[in-house]
C-alpha cells in the first residue's frame, strides 16, 4: 500500500505530461514528402486535456467521459503541425456522447444477453445432470458444476461485451475525427471504413 499508492500519484501526475511528449516524439518522427510533422501543443494543455479532464470522467462516469474523448481529440489535432500549415478540428462534442450512450446502451443490451446465456447453458445442464432433481439439497446445486459453467459463460461474454463497446468506442471515434480534421484551412482527412467492422475484427481476434 505505502509503496503502491506513491506510484499511482506519480504515474497520474506524470501522464500528461508522458502524452505529451509522446505526441512531440511521434510527430517528429512521421515525415510525408521530405518534411517532418511537428507538434505544438503545450504541457499545461495537455494538463487540461489528460489531467483535468480524466479526473471529471473519473468522478462524474459517463456523464464526462465523452467531454474528455472531445477534449483528448482537439488537442492532438490542434497541436498538429505541417511545415507552416496547423491543425484544425472542425468537431463539436455532442457526437462524442452519442458514440457513449452507443457503447453503454450496446453494454448493457449485452449484460443482459450475456446473463440469459449463462442462465441457459447451466440451466440445460443442470436438467440434463440430475442437479434440479426433487429433493436436491439447494446447497448442492450452488456449489456444483451448474455454478461453475454459468460463471464461465457469463465471464466470456462479459470479455466479449467489452471488447464490442471498446472498440466501437475507438473505431466510431477515429472515424468522427478523421472526417473532421483538416491541416491548414486547405488539406482534410477522411475515413472510409465502418466502426463495426473493427468490431468484428476484434472479436474474432478475441475468440
Known amino acids: 500500500y505505502w509503496l503502491g499508492l506513491p506510484l499511482l500519484l506519480a504515474y497520474v501526475g506524470l501522464y500528461p505530461w508522458l502524452v505529451w511528449r509522446s505526441l512531440r516524439f511521434q510527430a517528429a518522427n512521421t515525415f510525408h514528402r521530405g518534411l517532418n510533422f511537428s507538434f505544438h501543443g503545450s504541457a499545461g494543455e495537455s494538463y487540461v486535456a489528460y489531467g483535468a ?3 471529471a470522467a473519473s468522478v ?5 467521459l465523452p467531454w474528455a474523448w472531445f477534449m ?4 492532438q489535432v490542434k497541436g498538429l503541425g505541417y511545415g507552416q500549415a496547423r491543425g484544425h478540428f472542425r468537431g463539436d462534442v455532442a457526437p462524442f456522447y452519442i458514440i457513449g450512450l452507443t457503447s453503454l ?3 448493457l443490451a449485452g449484460g443482459v444477453v450475456a ?5 441457459l447453458v447451466a ?3 443442470s436438467a440434463i445432470s440430475g442437479e434440479l432433481r426433487s429433493g436436491a439439497d439447494i446447497e ?3 456449489s456444483g458444476p451448474t455454478v461453475a459453467i454459468f460463471l464461465g459463460v457469463a465471464y466470456v461474454s462479459f470479455l466479449l461485451l467489452y471488447t464490442v463497446a471498446w472498440q466501437y468506442v475507438r473505431g466510431a471515434t477515429m472515424k468522427y475525427v478523421l472526417n473532421n480534421a483538416e491541416l491548414g484551412g486547405v488539406v482534410r482527412s477522411g475515413a ?3 466502426p463495426w467492422g473493427l468490431v468484428w475484427l476484434s472479436v474474432t481476434n478475441s475468440l
Open 192 to 194: 472510409t471504413f465502418s
Open 60 to 64: 462524474a462516469g459517463i456523464f464526462a
Open 72 to 75: 483528448q481529440r482537439q488537442y
Open 53 to 55: 479532464a480524466n479526473l
Open 105 to 107: 446502451g450496446l453494454s
Open 140 to 142: 448442492d446445486l450452488f
Open 115 to 119: 446473463l440469459l446465456l449463462g442462465g
Open 123 to 125: 440451466g440445460t445442464w
